[in-house]
């Protein structure tokens, strides 16, 4: 039987049609190209996350490794968690190369080898996603990486040479001066106390011995080509 509620039923099904027909159009356009993009995106970063996190642990496991004062018990299940960890680590190196390549541009793909040569966090922030392609830039390649860190350690190798030939001037200086001293300490007590100028010259002579060393070391130094310090020691102003 007829009833006027049917007409209606009717344009709500050729209405609901078309606007099915438009969304299934927009889908196929971009919609679908994009949400799959997305898709891989995410599981890219998950991918990397996840083998961010156990190379994190690797590396606190091994610094706990060499840590004085772990026990051998300790350091026996610290080995078998690393053996353990390797294993997962490389099933998720294995998933993160497969998803690597498929996100828009690909990733770079890993090896072990790399893998267990990071030591700071800073490589896998250059894997991430960002609005910019990063890994075009110069300051992202390994090699532009690599000699800036060799030149910031050069300048800083320039600034330590300097600082030790400061150093090697006032251990000489404190050298001598102590042994200046103990030596006028030493005569006084002869005649004042003389078993404990004879305990004092005693400890001294173990003193002076590992001094000698001292002297020793810093005569090779600098006598080493390339050496750009002073062999002149400082004098003090109260000294003569």
């Given at each position: 039987?007829?009833?006027?509620?049917?007409?209606?039923?009717?344009?709500?099904l050729?209405?609901?049609?078309?606007?099915?027909?438009?969304?299934?159009?927009?889908?196929?356009?971009?919609?679908?190209?994009?949400?799959?993009?997305?898709?891989?995106?995410?599981?890219?970063?998950?991918a990397?996350?996840?083998?961010?996190r156990?190379?994190?642990?690797?590396?606190?496991?091994?610094?706990?490794?060499?840590?004085?004062?772990?026990?051998?018990?300790l350091?026996?299940?610290?080995?078998?968690?690393?053996?353990?960890?390797?294993?997962?680590?490389?099933?998720?190196?294995?998933?993160?190369?497969?998803?690597?390549?498929?996100?828009?541009?690909?990733?770079?793909?890993?090896?072990?080898?790399?893998?267990?040569?990071?030591?700071f966090?800073?490589?896998?922030?250059?894997?991430?996603?960002?609005?910019?392609?990063?890994?075009?830039?110069?300051?992202?390649?390994?090699?532009?990486?690599?000699?800036?860190?060799?030149?910031l350690?050069?300048?800083?190798?320039?600034?330590?040479?300097q600082?030790?030939?400061?150093?090697?001037?006032?251990?000489?200086?404190?050298?001598?001066?102590?042994?200046?001293?103990?030596?006028?300490?030493?005569?006084?007590?002869?005649?004042?106390?003389?078993?404990?100028?004879?305990?004092?010259?005693?400890?001294?002579?173990?003193?002076?011995?590992?001094?000698?060393?001292?002297?020793?070391?810093?005569?090779?130094?600098?006598?080493?080509?390339?050496?750009?310090?002073?062999?002149?020691?400082?004098?003090?102003?109260?000294?003569?």
């Amino acid at each position: 039987m007829y009833t006027p509620a049917q007409p209606n039923v009717h344009e709500s099904l050729v209405k609901g049609n078309r606007i099915l027909r438009t969304c299934q159009k927009k889908w196929e356009n971009t919609s679908a190209t994009e949400v799959e993009e997305k898709l891989q995106a995410r599981a890219y970063r998950m991918a990397l996350d996840e083998l961010e996190r156990l190379v994190v642990q690797r590396l606190f496991e091994l610094s706990k490794l060499n840590v004085s004062g772990t026990g051998y018990k300790l350091r026996t299940q610290i080995s078998k968690a690393l053996q353990r960890r390797s294993d997962t680590i490389r099933r998720a190196l294995q998933k993160y190369n497969l998803h690597a390549g498929k996100v828009t541009p690909p990733r770079p793909q890993l090896r072990w080898k790399e893998i267990v040569e990071y030591s700071f966090l800073g490589e896998f922030d250059l894997l991430r996603h960002s609005r910019n392609d990063i890994r075009e830039e110069k300051w992202a390649q390994p090699a532009y990486r690599e000699a800036t860190v060799k030149y910031l350690q050069l300048q800083r190798a320039h600034e330590e040479i300097q600082r030790l030939n400061i150093e090697m001037r006032r251990l000489r200086t404190a050298i001598h001066d102590e042994g200046q001293h103990t030596m006028a300490v030493i005569q006084q007590l002869q005649s004042a106390n003389a078993p404990l100028a004879a305990e004092v010259e005693r400890r001294w002579a173990l003193r002076a011995a590992v001094n000698m060393l001292h002297i020793a070391r810093l005569d090779c130094i600098e006598s080493t080509t390339g050496f750009s310090g002073t062999l002149d020691r400082w004098r003090r102003r109260w000294n003569s």
